[in-house]
DNA sequence: TTGTAAGCGTTATCAT
DNA sequence: ATGATAACGCTTACAA
């Protein structure tokens, strides 16, 4: 069954497509007679007439669709971040296309230009730890498509940002630590690339600073391959060995925490009381294992709220041909106390 | 600065819109001179010519977008089935249009006129447990837009469908806590109406007749809630106070599961000596908690990349006029055996 | 109040 | 080999 269009009720209503237009618009002030628009509307009710979008976004360069790419879904905090843009964004009229990098600038590159290939109205990212040029970033921006950078965000990009307070968060975190008397503490970090691991970190040496403890590289480890969990777990290993009288951990991640507590516990080290463990994130796991972990809650909800809000807000200045501020907004992360410190 | 269209280059290269067209096309043998062609393609490259996708969507009516409705994704088991499709999806040219129902079937409805409005090439669906009547399904079918449903289906509709063997799954779940000496074994279930729940419960009973273990109703509890975790732990305390003997829980989800092992580790329950623990789904989870839970591993990528598979391949059919089987693919689940049991 | 015609950017058909 | 024209379905000046 062919789907019906304006010219099928034109016919049948024995008026110009024009007027069919018109009747079946929402715009008030479209001189059209009562009548006819009832007449009209009640044909186009008949046929199950819904007007077919591409016509519409071929005539008004507008596709009410946003692009988002983020390194993974399979993550508990990119998960909730999308789970939120995708829910406001359609609360506003907006549908949401979906794309992954998993950490590849190559295939963010490419996803960027699928993006503008498909003409959507804006565009969210969380860049993958891997980018390092930004060529792509210019492109969409020279294109005047409205970007809006979140959580792992470019500085030197002149667009708006959304990001969370890592240093600050990651200070609070070891500066509980200390207040809880812990003098020895280690920090099992990320990679240096990624601009949250790098705020951790100097979170982390900033709190020991300040609190008069000296900053000993020996009990910093990097994890630069993908499995945080076992990189916890060996790190641990070789922490103790190297520093018997280590007395707390702070990590980058939820997960290198856990797989820090498994080997503490498998070596029966009472967890807070010999070692304590502070992780990052908030994973849904954390508050399920035992000792439940102690760790630092980003605004995952919050985020991509914010992200498609500005991003919505720019695509409608940019519509009417207004200009714009970008904007840069810095979220606070919150201390998630349990019983691993 | 406007984009460049084929009328700009046609201008530049002294040629007629149509003729650049086809030196632009990939189609071969369209008699275009070499000569044309790679003056043509040159302009085009110098003036960053990219085709408009809003035009030749509608002249094609094709939008190379399929649309995904899923409860959730901030669920383990659906971000990984996303996280395939996207991909899957990508490679072969398409993008993915993410929807959450978040559980409610009337968000699904309006999610279905969405995505028919956008007139995406094809749907996938992974029904919400409140959802009763289909008729929205139906008039995906009517449109006859090709639809595939994955993970929680519904047999009386009319396309391919991808799911999990669930119900046999949970017999050898059972089956094995049987055979590790396990008699009276209570199950903690799931709404009735996902057909998953259902499965599962099924399987529990059968496993348990055919191993002549009289089927007892008092040790079925049902979660209702949203909060898995906590019924689990609740459950467990009724459980006790009602059959202190028990000696075993096979649970719907891990996340029930995990809720049971906390309650029982609290009271220094043993596990799995007193009592052995078994859950479903495979969550990152399960294996970080101690004891490590045993449960069932569901092939989530695999559901993903089947179903998108599958879809891709109907609207192939679909483009060529060609009629096409549905079909229903049932995968296996298999155990992974941990410390609970 | 209603209708004609042009245009959005592309491609297919049919001349030339 | 190249090009004029129509068509995809809709909107919107501008006429009538």
Redesign the pocket.
Known sequence: MKTT???DIAKEAG?????V??A??Q?EHL???K??KEKVQHIARKLHYT??QL??N??NSRTYTIGVILPTVVHCFFARVLNRIIEKAEKNGYLVIALQSNEKSSAEKKMVNLLLDKKVDGILISLSNETKDFTHLKKILSKKIPLVLFDKIEPSIDCSKVSVNDKQAAYEAVSFLISKGHKKIAHFRGDLNPKVSKDRFEGYKKALIDHGILYDPSLIYVSNTNSDYEDGYSFTQKLLAEHPDVDAIFTVTDLIAIGAINFLQKHSIKIPEDIAVFGFSNWTTSSMICPALSTVEQPSAMMGEVAVKILLEEIRMQKEQKAYNIREIILPAKLIIRQSC
Do not use: E, R
């Open positions: 269009t304006l010219k008026f110009s497509i024009t007027t237009s018109k079946l618009s715009n001189d059209v007679s009548k006819t007007p077919n016509a519409i071929l005539k």
